[in-house]
């Protein structure tokens, strides 16, 4: 299979526990994005990488948040001291693109996670 | 102002007739416009991309922009129960993240 990856699928946790997500995108992707979404919304801005650099991340995002993408290839999402208003699904997807242009971003199953 | 704009719907049509989806966006800049469907519990799949005004046609799809109006909608022809899903605009801005609409809400009545 050679679409983007993710894991676990389903993450269940107790408040105040940090979790980490991976995300494995399609090998020659160099951009890599991670997005936020809950019921009846649309994905919502996470953050960006450009093969290892992070060139963007949410205003949103709190300082509880942290993204890697060490060697450019998979990316980690970690989040400290869950909250419930954490639970939702997370979604990686991956392009690729030179300067301005971008091809279309693919998805990967997403990682559904339940704060209780 | 959102950068991205969808009725939320929900959209019903009945089988076999024409679905319309509309999008606009905020970016005069955006250049690449993508359409994703999504089925409930499942992440969004990509069905069309636009980067030129005017209609671009995949099978059952069809994909208009129209930049002057910034303005971009998505036509299902012979809708079949099996598009009943939530359809996903997204804008592209140069060298920047990919922003989605809330997405429309489309149910295809047999």
């Known amino acids: 299979d050679t679409g983007v990856s993710q894991n676990p699928r389903h993450k269940i946790t107790k408040r105040g526990q940090n979790v980490t997500f991976r995300c494995d995108p399609i090998s020659e992707h160099n951009r890599l994005y991670w997005y936020r979404q809950t019921l009846g919304q649309g994905p919502e801005f996470l953050t960006y990488?450009?093969?290892?650099?992070?060139?963007?991340k949410s205003r949103l995002l709190s300082d509880r948040f942290s993204a890697e993408r060490p060697k450019g290839s998979f990316s980690t999402l970690e989040i400290q001291r869950t909250e419930q208003g954490d639970s939702a699904m997370y979604l990686c997807?991956?392009?690729?693109?030179?300067?301005?242009?971008?091809?279309?971003?693919?998805f990967g199953q997403g990682t559904r996670l339940t704060v209780v | 102002q959102k950068e991205v704009e969808q009725n939320s719907g929900p959209l019903s049509v009945p089988e076999g007739a024409i679905a319309s989806l509309n999008c606009t966006y905020s970016?005069?800049?955006?250049?690449?416009f993508f359409w994703y469907r999504q089925y409930s519990g499942k992440s969004p799949e990509l069905i069309m991309f636009i980067y030129s005004n005017g209609d671009k046609e995949d099978g059952r799809f069809t994909a208009q922009l129209n930049k002057a109006s910034q303005y971009v909608s998505l036509l299902i022809r012979d809708s079949q129960p099996s598009d009943s899903a939530t359809y996903l605009c997204a804008v592209n801005p140069p060298g920047n993240q990919f922003y989605f609409g809330t997405g429309t809400s489309l149910t295809v009545i047999p």
């Open positions: 997807a991956s392009s690729l693109g030179e300067g301005t242009l971008n091809t279309e971003a693919f």
């Open positions: 970016d005069r800049g955006s250049q690449s």
């Open positions: 990488f450009q093969n290892e650099a992070q060139l963007e």
